[in-house]
């Protein structure tokens, strides 16, 4: 306020500020370059940095941060606060509005959130392209599946329509064929159960 009065001091300027405690932690210090060292919040940080700084905190301050930087209601706040723990959704609010409020955009979060979790957990990286490759062969088995059942399907169609007019070998062979088809749709089942039971 001071200093706006510095700046236009013969201008009538209608000034408006709000204030708002000290960010403190759960240990009630300020976040100070004095106090928190690593834990220190800078504006100006690498972009990654500043995302650290808010999904790492505890619930307790998160809950705190909620109320000082949003215009949550309480009602809302009280709901997100009943979410799974495991979830972190209160942090993940504060680094997206923060982000936004420091960067003026959203976009470029997601390829943050992707960096910073390759260095933070890259076991969960290599889990997460496991994950697809397995979900890639399921697709390609129950596509495989599918097709079986309608060769199967014809071939009975097939063998029923000429059931009396083909000669004994024939049928033979179309029942052999439908035996080694039914075999490898079994086998299929198998597999692709499996692969649910990871997922």
Same mark, same amino acid.
């Given at each position: 306020?001071?200093?706006?009065?510095?700046?236009?001091?013969?201008?009538?300027?209608?000034?408006?500020?709000?204030?708002?405690?000290?960010?403190?932690?759960?240990?009630?210090?300020?976040?100070?370059?004095?106090?928190?060292?690593?834990?220190?919040?800078?504006?100006?940080?690498e972009r990654e940095g500043l995302i650290d700084f808010?999904?790492?905190?505890?619930?307790? +301050?998160? &809950?705190?941060?909620?109320?000082?930087?949003?215009? /949550?209601?309480?009602?809302? =706040?009280?709901?997100?606060?009943?979410?799974?723990?495991?979830?972190?959704? /209160?942090?993940?609010?504060?680094?997206?509005? #923060?982000?936004?409020?420091?960067?003026?955009?959203?976009?470029?979060?997601?390829?943050?959130?992707?960096?910073? +979790?390759?260095?933070?957990?890259?076991?969960?990286? #290599?889990?997460?392209?496991?994950?697809?490759?397995?979900?890639?062969?399921?697709?390609?088995?129950? &596509?495989?599946?599918?097709? /079986?059942? +309608?060769? =199967? &399907?014809?071939?009975?169609?097939?063998?029923?329509?000429?059931?009396?007019?083909?000669?004994?070998?024939?049928?033979?062979? #179309?029942?052999?064929? @439908?035996?080694? @088809?039914?075999?490898?749709?079994?086998? #299929?089942?198998?597999? =692709?159960?499996?692969?649910? &039971? =990871?997922?």
């Amino acid at each position: 306020m001071e200093l706006i009065r510095k700046l236009y001091p013969k201008k009538e300027v209608k000034t408006f500020a709000f204030t708002f405690k000290l960010l403190t932690s759960k240990e009630g210090k300020k976040y100070s370059k004095s106090e928190n060292g690593k834990k220190t919040l800078r504006l100006d940080s690498e972009r990654e940095g500043l995302i650290d700084f808010f999904l790492n905190l505890s619930d307790e +301050e998160t &809950q705190v941060f909620i109320r000082q930087f949003t215009f /949550l209601e309480e009602r809302q =706040i009280t709901e997100l606060i009943k979410m799974p723990p495991r979830l972190r959704v /209160l942090q993940r609010i504060m680094a997206e509005l #923060i982000y936004w409020l420091n960067y003026g955009e959203i976009k470029s979060l997601k390829k943050v959130l992707e960096v910073r +979790e390759e260095k933070v957990s890259p076991g969960r990286r #290599i889990k997460k392209q496991r994950k697809k490759r397995e979900k890639e062969i399921r697709e390609r088995l129950l &596509q495989e599946e599918k097709e /079986l059942k +309608e060769k =199967i &399907q014809l071939l009975r169609e097939e063998l029923e329509t000429h059931r009396y007019n083909w000669k004994v070998e024939k049928k033979k062979g #179309i029942e052999e064929k @439908l035996k080694e @088809l039914e075999h490898k749709k079994n086998e #299929i089942n198998v597999i =692709i159960s499996k692969y649910s &039971q =990871i997922d």
